[in-house]
């Protein structure tokens, strides 16, 4: 088994048309065509658009990745894709193209998990053993904390989010404030030019009772709602302030359960991953509070944090090394695919 193989991997999950292509821990190329700026004509992903998007994206994306890593098609060792989850229509484009691009080539396919694949991206910007770590995983759609002891076949949840995901809450107060689609590169670069301590918005399932029952989940709906009615009931809003303070609590809540999960498991290495990893206050109060505690901190270049197909190769690529079993070439795509679930077979 190849020790540092190279893989090709696509995304497809959302609104994201990319492929990458590494070698090992190596990055060659990372290619992304996004159709966000469709999608923010009506302030959220259309599932019809990202679709129509990936097949009209496909190809030119492979093609541009191929050039970039300066390699053939018929150099690589396997092929990778997001099986989920994510969109069902979206998701096809990808594992269809990379079901038949494997066969064509007698090559492995590897369909994995979109969840497992932003955390093992981390694994492509340093040299450090493969380790166990805790998760912060941060998305659009998903908000969860995991124990990974092997990020190829162990994954374990131990927090997800109840409601909405820190994502969908950064979308959602951004369109109330008006400050378009995607709501968390908005809201963070208002943000800056506020103060963080204005308003002192709630902090979802933080009370005592909480941690006794719902130590590691997370709950954003009633800071979403507390923004929503301060916005009404306050006439002469600073829009910084709000953007601040509620960057600030979604934020603090994330950190404190990311950081009472290695102290519970003790397990001193954290790993932000995901969209909202891209998030400067989130970045930099992490540095402070990791530091502090006496853990350490990993977080991907903001490029490598949103879909890109980079994570999917690096994933495949771990898959591939640790000997794990490809999956079939009928691979169907499963839109609602476990966290837990690294790849299918």
Request: proline share 4%; net charge negative.
């Amino acid at each position: 088994m190849k020790s540092e193989p190279l893989v090709l991997g696509i995304e497809t999950s959302c609104d994201e048309t990319a492929v990458g292509i590494v070698r090992g821990r190596t990055l060659l190329a990372n290619v992304i065509a996004s159709s966000v700026e469709e999608h923010a004509l009506f302030g959220g992903v259309v599932p019809e658009i990202a679709s129509r998007a990936h097949l009209e994206s496909i190809l030119m994306v492979l093609d541009a990745a191929l050039k970039e890593s300066k390699i053939s098609l018929n150099d690589i060792d396997a092929v990778a894709v997001t099986a989920g989850p994510g969109l069902v229509g979206a998701l096809l484009v990808g594992v269809s193209s990379a079901s038949g691009l494997a066969l064509g080539l007698g090559k492995p396919l590897y369909g994995v998990n979109h969840l497992a694949a932003h955390v093992s991206v981390d694994l492509l910007t340093h040299d450090a053993p493969v380790e166990p770590v805790i998760a912060l995983l941060v998305s659009g759609g998903h908000s969860s904390l995991l124990q990974i002891d092997d990020i190829t076949s162990s994954v374990v949840k131990l927090g997800e989010s109840i409601d909405d995901a820190a994502g969908e809450a950064f979308d959602k107060v951004a369109r109330v404030m008006g400050l378009g689609f995607p709501g968390g590169p908005a809201i963070d670069h208002v943000a800056k030019f506020g103060n963080a301590r204005a308003v002192d918005f709630p902090r979802g399932l933080t009370q005592s009772g909480d941690w006794q029952t719902r130590p590691f989940d997370f709950s954003f709906s009633g800071l979403k709602t507390a923004v929503a009615r301060y916005l009404e009931s306050t006439p002469k809003i600073v829009r910084a302030d709000v953007a601040a303070s509620f960057q600030e609590a979604i934020v603090d809540v994330l950190l404190l359960k990311a950081l009472a999960a290695c102290k519970k498991t003790g397990i001193d290495t954290l790993v932000i991953a995901g969209g909202v990893a891209a998030n400067s206050r989130l970045r930099e109060l992490a540095a402070e509070r990791c530091q502090a505690a006496k853990i350490r901190l990993r977080v991907p270049p903001a490029g490598l944090c949103t879909d890109n197909g980079a994570m999917v190769a690096s994933l495949g690529s771990l898959m591939v090394a640790s000997g794990r079993s490809p999956s079939q070439a009928d691979l169907e795509a499963d839109s609602s695919l476990p966290v837990t679930t690294v790849s299918l077979t």
